[in-house]
T-cell receptor
Framework: ETGVTQTPRHLVMGMTNKKSLKCEQH?????MYWYKQSAKKPLELMFV???????ENNSVPSRFSPECPNSSHLFLHLHTLQPEDSALYLC??????????????FGPGTRLTVL | TQLLEQSPQFLSIQEGENLTVYCNSS?????LQWYRQEPGEGPVLLVT?????EVKKLKRLTFQFGDARKDSSLHITAAQPGDTGLYLC??????????????FGPGTSLSVIP
């Protein structure tokens, strides 16, 4: 148990569906992240939020829309996805601005399959 | 652009054997983390090293940060099936700005056969 939870754990959706991934961290951290992990590829950083403000968007297609209502919750809204978007989506948190700010704590991930 | 390389990419060994995996870069890092990820789960932090030449031990795992803070190694003694997983290294940028984030290597996939 890392203190970061993600729901759902598995999601199958059609290309015309709209769904949302949820992440919650119970560690009191001030930064949250979305990563995409595809088979045989390194972790791809998608979005970063520091103190609820988005500080990074790594050229992610607009069909992925993040939302961070507070420092403990992070959402990833999905719409009109493509089959190549099928992957493991990981949420992570960290305490930026400290000596351990580089340590990230990950949730278990959401395995997304787009049909 | 900072990049982290890991070797080997895949490793399959018998239970009880020793192994070393490597994490290399041409860039200097402020810190380096090692994570283990099991199939279908998120990466779990194993250790952080911050000082050049630092060695940390976690039971049968020994982590070393290179003197120049550009590379690291993970040595496992007497590997067990429970050590099976993807080992990821990650480096914290030396010069921190709002745009510099931790970067991850591609990972070493370890399989320990009983």
């Amino acid at each position: 148990e890392t203190g970061v939870t993600q729901t759902p754990r598995h999601l199958v959706m059609g290309m015309t569906n709209k769904k949302s991934l949820k992440c919650e961290q119970h560690l009191g951290h001030n930064a949250m992240y979305w990563y995409k992990q595809s088979a045989k590829k390194p972790l791809e950083l998608m979005f970063v939020y520091n103190f609820k403000e988005q500080t990074e968007n790594n050229s992610v297609p607009s069909r992925f829309s993040p939302e961070c209502p507070n420092s403990s919750h992070l959402f990833l809204h999905l719409h009109t996805l493509q089959p190549e978007d099928s992957a493991l989506y990981l949420c992570a948190s960290s305490q930026e601005g400290t000596t351990v700010g580089d340590e990230q704590f990950f949730g278990p991930g959401t395995r997304l399959t787009v049909l | 652009t900072q990049l982290l390389e890991q070797s080997p990419q895949f490793l399959s060994i018998q239970e009880g054997e020793n192994l070393t995996v490597y994490c290399n870069s041409s860039s200097v890092f402020s810190s380096l983390q090692w994570y283990r990820q099991e199939p279908g789960e998120g990466p779990v932090l194993l250790v952080t090293v911050v000082t050049g030449g630092e060695v940390k031990k976690l039971k049968r795992l020994t982590f070393q940060f290179g003197d120049a803070r550009k590379d690291s190694s993970l040595h496992i003694t007497a590997a067990q099936p429970g050590d099976t997983g993807l080992y990821l290294c990650a480096g914290g940028p030396f010069l921190k700005t709002s745009y510099d984030k931790v970067i991850f290597g591609p990972g070493t996939s370890l399989s320990v056969i009983p």
